[in-house]
């Protein structure tokens, strides 16, 4: 079977060394072993279709986080006075829909109440179908090589071009999440001005899904979708190269939604590569995460170099277009270093892989976790409906055309 790796285009982004191409550019032969311990999810069948203009997916099967959330207090709606729209208020579909703004099917522009141009978004979150850490780096950060995919856990976000001169609002009646400059969207935000020029405010309003500390990518998912939005509402002075390119500025993993979904990445995991998607969408998939989320910078450090694996981060990639996804290359280098500070995250995955053996799914660590990814089954087991404590959601691995943004998966 030959490689279907297209890489149709490698970026990485500014902070990275200049002029250096990734190893993954040479061709890839697919003749990685077959020899399987667990089962192989995706090998043989190809590409769904992701579902454009879906609406956004209520895909929880139920989400002790969100419903907590949701019981803070309420903090959406005008704060100081600049002008907002009116998602959740039966707004959205009322608008006359401005042709002139609306450049395609993944997002919405619409006039909001007060006169300003909204785009609605959907904001992805990711996982890691491997992740190997390649090497301590002197400035703390981690060389890594990792494919990650975007999938369509995803938060809703809405944009319109704010009144004031001085600053963005951001709404979120999430309790939990910071709304000032400590927030990715405010930094993509302030990023977009520095790098344009552009002295142009906005109001983002954020509805939250996806859990934080969970390894997904959920802030810098919004990062992304931030950056993206406010190129479009100012009339797509950036490319979306340019957009990669900047967001390593100010985070590792905003750069991959840039891709088109499949990628593999390097470096702090800025260096972006795209591969075509080396499973089906329609893959099955649900994750698991406990209430307790964890600190990235906490797993990088106790990660010890000795223990890691010592697969070829090209051979997994092989492996994984050759067999699907196998317990043989969905490696998570993190996984160790995280089960060691949140034993009972290593027990959860032992339980997860008892109970979904029968379904043939292959269970891993996303990121830095908490997050637990059963792949190839969309059956949550029975001891973990039943534990209210435990994030569960269905999921499904997404992918987008150049210049439109992600849509949640029709599947
Ligand atoms: O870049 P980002 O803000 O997402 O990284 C958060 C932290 O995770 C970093 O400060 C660093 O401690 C750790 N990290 C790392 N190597 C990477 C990415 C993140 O050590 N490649």
Redesign the pocket.
């Known amino acids: 079977m030959s490689s279907r790796s297209s890489l149709a285009f490698a970026t990485r982004a500014r902070a990275a060394t200049p002029g250096a191409t990734p190893a993954v550019k040479r061709s890839l032969s697919s003749s990685a072993s077959s020899s399987r311990r667990g089962g192989a999810v995706g090998a043989g069948a190809r590409r769904g279709g992701g579902g454009k203009n879906a609406a956004f997916s209520s895909v929880l099967f139920s989400s002790s986080h969100s419903h907590r959330h949701r019981q803070h207090q309420h903090r959406m709606g005008r704060r100081g006075g600049e002008n907002r729209g009116s998602i959740g208020r039966g707004f959205r579909g009322k608008m006359t829909t401005m042709a002139s703004l609306s450049s395609s099917s993944s997002s919405t522009m619409q006039q909001n109440p007060d006169g300003f141009a909204q785009i609605d978004l959907f904001s992805p979150s990711k996982i890691n179908l491997f992740l190997r850490i390649v090497r301590r780096r002197e400035d703390?950060?981690?060389d890594?090589a990792s494919l990650f995919h975007v999938i369509d856990l995803g938060d809703e976000m809405s944009f319109a071009k704010s009144s004031s001169e001085t600053k963005d609002t951001l709404v979120c009646e999430d309790a939990s999440i910071p709304l000032d400059e400590s927030n990715l969207v405010i930094k993509a935000l302030n990023l977009f001005r520095a790098k344009t020029g552009i002295k142009q405010y906005f109001w983002v309003e954020l509805k939250k899904t996806v859990p934080s500390g969970a390894g997904l990518g959920g802030g810098s998912g919004n990062a992304a979708t931030a950056l993206y939005a406010a190129n479009k509402l100012c009339g797509d002075v950036a490319t979306e190269e340019e957009l990669l390119e900047w967001s390593g500025d100010i985070?590792?993993?905003i750069s991959v939604f840039f891709s088109t979904g499949a990628a593999y990445c390097t470096g702090?995991?800025e260096i972006v590569e795209d591969v075509e998607p080396p499973l089906p969408l329609t893959t099955k998939m649900c994750l698991v995460k406990p209430s307790i989320g964890l600190s990235?910078?906490t797993i990088?450090k106790a990660l010890d170099l000795d223990k890691r694996s010592k697969a070829e981060p090209l051979d997994l990639l092989k492996s994984l277009n050759a067999d699907g996804c196998t317990y043989e290359n969905a490696i998570n280098d993190l996984e160790r270093p995280a089960f060691s500070k949140l034993p009972e995250l290593g027990e959860l995955k032992d339980k997860l892989i008892d109970a979904t053996k029968e379904d043939g799914a292959v269970v891993f660590m996303s990121g830095s976790g908490s997050t637990i990814v059963l792949l190839g089954t969309d059956t949550v087991p029975k001891f973990a409906m039943e534990d209210d404590d435990l994030f569960k959601s269905k999921a499904r691995l997404i992918s987008r055309k150049k210049g439109e943004w992600f849509v949640p998966s029709n599947v």
């Open positions: 703390g950060y981690h890594l985070g590792s993993d702090r995991g990235t910078p990088f």
